[in-house]
């Protein structure tokens, strides 16, 4: 059975241009979900996860090369992970860093060369919305 991905446009957009600046070094990068009840642009069920944010791949680097743990990113906060294939392999390998989705992309850097995959590898049905996620702010 095959289940069906959200994610907003812009989240897409951005790390398809991260992707291509990296190039041609892959990036890995941990992105994360908002649910689709804040979203009020969205006709979905309210509990729906809408892959909405991302998590910058340098953050914390300094420690985390010394320590081994990635302090960039929110413990059991992302339920996905972008990775790009330089190479042009539109598919999950054995290098990826598997989450409960992977979104796999590889050179033009463009929405058709872009997948979202399980964490078994089979590839998951992947719809983009125009929606912006909620303004977040920091105290």
Not at 12 to 35: K, Y
Not at 42 to 69: Q, R
Not at 99 to 128: N, T, Y
Request: no cysteine.
């Amino acid at each position: 059975m095959t289940d069906v991905i959200y994610a907003t446009r812009g989240l897409i957009d951005t790390l398809l241009r991260m992707a291509e600046e990296a190039g041609p070094d892959s990036v890995t990068i941990s992105v994360a979900v908002t649910q689709a009840s804040e979203l009020p642009e969205t006709d979905l069920p309210p509990e729906t996860p809408v892959f909405t944010h991302f998590y910058m791949p340098s953050a914390g680097g300094s420690v985390n090369a010394v320590f081994g743990v990635d302090l960039g990113t929110p413990v059991g906060q992302t339920q996905g992970r972008f990775v790009s294939h330089p190479d042009g392999n539109l598919s999950l390998t054995k290098e990826d860093d598997l989450h409960e989705v992977v979104f796999v992309a590889v050179p033009p850097w463009e929405e058709a060369s872009l997948a979202a995959f399980d964490r078994r590898g089979d590839q998951q049905e992947l719809e983009l919305l125009d929606a912006e996620p909620p303004e977040e702010v920091l105290e």
